[in-house]
């Protein structure tokens, strides 16, 4: 059973921002394995964090001369400036209960079958701000949880691309292609329109 690295929605105005890269990740130093950049076959760094549950991976499994498919949640506060935390490793041989003998070694074409592909994120949210100007849009992210330790509990994520200002506070899903450090739309979906009104 191949494994999707990004699951399918569980729910209509599921919220989520998260992504597949393909690179090497590089540490800061031997002490500090959390912290690093994501090198992308483009030879593009990106600041990266690494979560609990994928640093023992990452201790365990990870070569880090190697490329791997991070899984990934995006932060960002402008387009220029994108910053991601590893929530996984996608390998479907290593980490996947996958046979090794099969002829699919070719992970971009395990990928094309699960509709997905290198740098593509997935981003639900509702739609707080549209900048017609720079082709810009925010969209706000909550997390399911509300819990009382997470202190950055909801975040936005500056995307280029252009949505109508009359979609403002309405659901969308939106799939992105990671360019550089930017986020580009690439298509959207209205799930629900005027989040605020409906509350």
Known sequence: MLKNPIPKVTNKLQHRAIGIINGKFTPLSSEQLNRGFLIDNKDEKIETVVLGKALSLLKKHIDLKK?????????????????????????????????????????????????????????????????????????????????????????????????SIELLHSFVSLDINRDGNSLKLIKYEVIEKNLSRNN
Do not use: M
């Not at 699919?104 to 509709?115: A, G, R, V």
């Open 67 to 163: 490329s791997y498919y991070w899984i990934v949640y995006p932060k960002n506060k402008n387009t220029q400036n994108l910053h991601l935390q590893v929530a996984g490793i996608w390998d479907p041989y290593q980490l996947n209960d996958f046979p090794t003998d099969s002829p699919k070694t070719n992970f971009s074409k395990l990928l094309e079958e699960l509709d997905l592909k290198d740098n593509y994120f997935s981003v639900r949210g509702e739609l707080v701000f549209v900048n017609t100007q720079k082709k810009e849009v925010v969209i706000k992210i909550c997390h399911a949880i509300k819990s009382k330790n997470l202190k950055n509990k909801d975040f936005k994520l500056v995307i280029k691309g252009e949505l």
